[in-house]
């Protein structure tokens, strides 16, 4: 293949492109140029034909227009293999164009901090349509769309010219870069439409919803919800080892993984621990440590310090946490590390590493070290996105404040029971639903999730608590959904909880204070579920 006897480039990102024109030109190429692209291959010394020469006009509309006319995409398109495509270049005196680069307006990057008009400005048309058709014509065009492509390019015209395999994934590869690109402009539209639409959340049975609240004055979920994902890393394998698995991140936010630190590769079933755990120590502003196993956690306490706040965890289930994620809301540090280091642990999630603290666990070859916080983990959009089969579920917050607590029983707790079942409050939310979580101070001493009968959540519970050991006399109750039916109460009662949150909004609501009362426990409505399937 000779090399292409055009290329037409039109860059908003201009580096390497007076080395990749200088390449071009070397073996032939014509360098057709638009606008600033032309001004800036000219000043660095290099022969350019204006597009204004083929299209016969200058810029329009301040720069809106400069590449949509027929001379610029009939060279792109035309079919070589088609006698009526070649005739017709032929006599509009036009030579077929064989490499299109493009790099588009910087929407993504610029278009957040800019007003309404900034932004739409930074909206690319023409860009775009070059792109789409030397992708749609690759079978005769090479399409490049970023930078990082030239020296690729042209290592492959240098052996020969690419294959047609190697351009269809140029063209691929340019196909998702304009999906991507309009990802971003639809999904920042979106976010700049009115706050003021809201979801009509009359429950159809007020009795199935009272006191929950759960999407009054929530958003109005976008008509479309378009997301652009890029591939960071292979994985092993998946969940199971005959299933084959990648990581992606939202495009442009890929530079958070690059502080990952590991011994052994990250496993699809550590990056899922790893969001509940380092998402759940990031709701404590106190040291915090999490352990979590199958999505799970099976440990976690905030104290004075790290070790301590380690030491309280790993104690709540001892059994569980082996071979379990930990994730620390600060640094690790050689007293944490060194008691973390005795145990099987796969994966320690922390916001950063002292020396000293590696020095404690170089012996664990095998062990995952993550720099990564629960910051690093929010994705800047207000809606989450999960499949189910050929559809998807979206939901976000409601935006609005959490109602107050409110005390609904004869006897209100005292401040440390209150603090208690703020603690088990948070860990309940980030377990699976149904979930109990007890709670003594500020740790974590036992857990029932992912039940499908709430009083097997809290016999769960309780049980886990004396299996390791615990005294769950005076300890403190958190139940992410409404009790249906007092025995809920009489079961932790008898083994001696003394205080209970819970979203209420059950029919029984009145049976189950009552029992509360008659009990001796107080109890907290948060009129709020914090269910998490």
Known sequence: MSWPRAALLSLSDKRGAAAFARALIAHGTRIVASGGTAKHLESAGIEVTPVETLTGFSELLGGRVKTLHPHVHAPILARRDVGADMAALTELQLDPIDLVAVTLYPFEEH??????????????????????????????????????QYAEVIDALESGGPDPIRRREWAARTFARTARYDAAIASELARR??????????????????????????????????????????LRYGENPHQAAALYARWGEAAALQAWKEGKELSYNNLLDLEVAVA?????????????????????????????????AHACDPLSAFGGIVA?????DAGTASLIAPRFIECVAATDFDSAGVEALKSKKALRLVRLTSRDLESGDRWSLRAVGRWA????????????????????PDPAQRAALEFAW???????????????????????????????????????????GHDVRGAALASDGFFPFAD???????????????PGGSKRDPEVIAACDRLGIAMLFTDRRAFRH
């Open 280 to 312: 759940l120590a990031g709701r404590f502003d106190e040291p915090a440590c999490v352990i979590v196993k199958h999505a799970q956690p099976c440990g976690a306490a905030t104290a004075a310090t790290a070790a301590e706040a380690w030491r309280l």
């Open 393 to 412: 579920l979206v939901e976000g917050e409601a935006g609005t404040t959490a109602p107050e607590w409110r005390v609904v029983t004869r006897r209100a």
């Open 193 to 234: 439409t009115p706050a003021g639409e809201t979801v009509d959340a009359t429950p159809a049975d007020p009795a199935d919803a009272a006191g929950v609240g759960a999407s009054s004055g929530a958003l109005q979920p976008p008509a479309v919800h378009v997301i652009s994902y890029q591939r960071v890393r292979m």
């Open 488 to 502: 809920n109460v009489e079961h932790a009662a008898e083994a001696g909880v003394a205080a209970i949150v819970q």
């Open 111 to 148: 278009a957040p901090s800019l007003d309404d008009a900034g932004a739409i400005e930074e909206i690319d048309i023409g860009g775009v349509a070059l792109l789409r058709a030397a992708a749609k014509n690759a079978e005769s065009v090479i399409v490049v769309h970023d930078p990082s």
């Open 328 to 332: 620390l809301n600060r640094a690790l």
């Open 426 to 468: 948070e860990v309940a939310a980030a377990a699976r639903s149904n979930a109990i979580a007890i709670a003594r101070s500020s740790a974590l001493i036992g857990l029932g999730s992912g039940q499908t009968s709430r009083v097997d959540a809290v016999d769960v519970a309780l049980m886990k608590a004396r299996r390791a």
